[in-house]
């Protein structure tokens, strides 16, 4: 990369079934992001309603409190220079899907579908040319390029298991930056894997990789899910982060 870009990877404390709850913690980490003077704010996936749903994640209440908080964090972005990535849960024709929404200077620029992961069973995969309901922003391709200054960067929110092919795909754009939201258990040296994948993708490549794992608030273990984050560039760690704990706010790089 030839420019000099600030990446704020954070992941919020989540409420399972509460998206108004997590909105409250999202704003304090937009706060957070916005005294960094960060260009691009990489949240994990489900950052608004949390991965332990169940069956709500059919809810029509659940669905439309997502999009009505989406809505708040993109009025209250709008003086912010950066791009904001973010997690949810939206409605293809009354399933739900995951996706990934992308916020500029308050507006909506649509939506990368994720892919489906164990942690949320109930999720089902995007299906090819959906669009969101009427006025709800749009479905993007996954290999959609967005500019940030003289940076170009993807959003791939995909598994682990996934990553390395997802990432392989979005790189014959052209792109310098992957950005990778992810939401996975941890298991025993999961998060050394982690880690070593978003290396070895980012080396093979020869481009930059942020990424963002989901987990705080999402058990009372901080052995089940832990909020982690890393960034490397060809190969290199430029940066990592772990939760804390469990009491802790939220977990940034």
């Known amino acids: 990369m030839n420019s000099l870009t600030r990446v704020f990877c954070v992941s919020n404390r989540v409420v399972s079934a509460q998206p108004r709850a997590c909105f409250d913690a999202i704003c304090d980490c937009l706060d957070r992001a916005a005294g960094s003077c960060a260009d691009i704010v990489l949240f994990p996936q489900l950052a608004l309603s949390s991965a332990g749903c169940g069956t709500l994640f059919k809810s029509p209440l659940i669905l439309d409190l997502?999009?009505?908080q989406l809505d708040h964090i993109r009025l209250r972005s709008r003086d912010?220079?950066?791009f904001i990535v973010i997690g949810l849960v939206i409605d293809d024709g009354g399933e739900p899907v995951s996706a990934c929404a992308v916020l500029h200077r308050g507006q909506l620029l649509g939506f990368v579908p994720a892919a489906s992961f164990p942690a949320a069973p109930y999720l089902k995969p995007a299906a090819p040319g959906m669009a969101p309901p009427d006025g709800f922003g749009q479905m993007l391709p996954s290999d959609t390029v967005f500019a940030s200054g003289g940076l170009s960067f993807c959003v791939v929110p995909s598994s682990l298991?996934?990553?390395?092919?997802?990432?392989?795909?979005?790189?014959?754009?052209?792109c310098d930056l992957i950005l990778f939201p992810s939401l996975t258990p941890v298991t025993a040296g999961r998060i050394d894997t982690?880690?070593?994948?978003?290396?070895?993708?980012?080396?093979?490549?020869?481009?930059?990789?942020?990424?963002?794992?989901?987990g705080l608030g999402e058990s009372s273990s901080p052995y089940l899910y832990r909020s982690f984050a890393v960034v490397s560039e060809c190969g290199e760690t430029?940066?990592?982060a772990l939760q804390s704990g469990p009491d802790a706010d939220c977990c940034q790089s």
């Not at 997802?166 to 754009?173: N, P």
Request: aromatic content about 10%.
């Open 80 to 82: 912010m220079n950066a």
């Open 66 to 68: 997502c999009r009505e």
């Open 238 to 240: 430029l940066s990592f």
């Open 161 to 174: 298991e996934d990553f390395a092919r997802d990432a392989y795909a979005a790189a014959q754009t052209g």
């Open 194 to 214: 982690f880690r070593q994948e978003v290396a070895t993708v980012s080396r093979s490549l020869g481009i930059g990789v942020a990424a963002v794992n989901g």
